[in-house]
Structures are given as C-alpha cells and as structure tokens.
C-alpha cells in the first residue's frame, strides 16, 4: 500500500529475521533516544535505543536497503547510495516520540554530502504484544499490523509514534542515504 509520502508493505520480512534482529540486538548497548546528536529531552522523544554496527550487520542492512530501493522504484524515485545507519528502538509502555523530521536541513560545510533520503521503520514484534504506539506519516496512521511490517517515507516528511499504552513495541529504524537534497 503506498500514498506519495509513504510506502508501506505488509510483511516486509518474516518473523524468523525480525526475531533474528531482537537477538542480535541483544549484543549491543542500550541507551536513552536523543534528538539528533544533542541530550536527552524526555519531553520530545523517551523511549531506549541501540544502534546496531550497519558494517558487522550487513544482511540486516542489506536486507532494509533492498525493500526501501523497491519502495523508491515504486513511489518515491530519489536518488539513494545506501543504508548506514541500523536503530533497535524499544518503546515500553509510556514511551513515544512527538512529530518530527529526519533530515538535519543544514548546510555546514564540514558535514558530509549526503542526507538521509528515505526513513524506514520495521515492526519487530508482534502487535499482539503492544497497544498503542501508532506510527503516523504526515497525519496518516500505518497499518503496521503484522510482525514484520514496514513503511518507507522521505526523511523530510513529519511524522511520530503515539504513546505505547500496554506493553512493548520493537522497532528496527534505517534512514537511506543519497547526495545532498538539491
């Protein structure tokens, strides 16, 4: 199912790779979610991370980068180089992440000349195991209703997860990166 602004499949990756990401996670370290690089700001975005190595990880990353390529050739058509950046998010009950953006729009000269083009999140778990936590892409909620699930959308786009209200909810995020936006 795709809109302009997002492209969502129904079952990106079966429940064996999703549960193969939760245990390779289970290697790295967790932390508290920051905006971009700055300190924690609990009123924004609570909710713990780990950033996975995408280079030690690649059939994870492989694999993300070729359904958000499918999802580009099929909806978007950006010019995107690959995927390098892996995020295993854990949003437990009271967890969320207000509106935002994935795109820094900035033009420091020292900052590397490539932007996250397409953002991707995964639903590791089953949905079974959580209530709440809704993904909205620009006012739309995704129908992320199956272990499994994925939607793409350009990192420019606004978009949020709701308050998780039982449980927890596992996420993989990727952000694909391409040359600068023009």
């Known amino acids: 199912m795709s809109r302009a602004t997002w492209?969502?499949?129904?079952?990106?990756?079966?429940?064996?790779?999703?549960?193969?990401?939760?245990?390779?996670?289970?290697?790295?370290?967790?932390?508290?979610?920051?905006?971009?690089s700055s300190e924690v700001?609990?009123?924004?975005?609570?909710?713990?991370?780990?950033?996975?190595?995408?280079?030690?990880e690649r059939g994870i990353t492989e694999a993300i980068y070729h359904?958000?390529?499918?999802?580009?050739?099929?909806?978007?058509?950006?010019?995107?180089?690959?995927?390098?950046?892996?995020?295993?998010?854990?949003?437990?009950?009271g967890d969320f992440y207000k509106e935002h953006i994935d795109v820094p729009w900035r033009k420091d000269t020292n900052a590397p000349k490539f932007d996250r083009k397409l953002s991707c999140s995964v639903l590791l778990n089953d949905p079974a195991?959580?209530?709440?936590?809704?993904?909205?892409?620009?006012?739309?909620?995704?129908?992320?209703?199956?272990?499994?699930?994925?939607?793409?959308?350009?990192?420019?786009i606004p978009h949020e997860v709701k308050p998780v209200t039982k449980g927890i909810r596992l996420s993989l995020v990727s952000w694909i990166a391409g040359p600068e936006w023009r």
């Open 67 to 93: 359904m958000a390529s499918l999802a580009n050739m099929q909806t978007f058509g950006v010019n995107i180089q690959g995927c390098f950046e892996l995020q295993f998010t854990s949003y437990d009950t």
């Open 129 to 156: 195991e959580f209530e709440g936590g809704d993904l909205i892409v620009d006012g739309d909620r995704m129908e992320l209703n199956k272990q499994g699930s994925m939607t793409v959308f350009p990192s420019y």
């Open 7 to 36: 492209h969502t499949f129904e079952q990106a990756f079966d429940n064996r790779f999703c549960n193969d990401v939760i245990n390779i996670a289970k290697q790295y370290e967790w932390e508290s979610a920051r905006i971009s």
């Open 41 to 56: 700001q609990i009123e924004t975005r609570n909710a713990n991370i780990k950033w996975l190595n995408p280079g030690n």
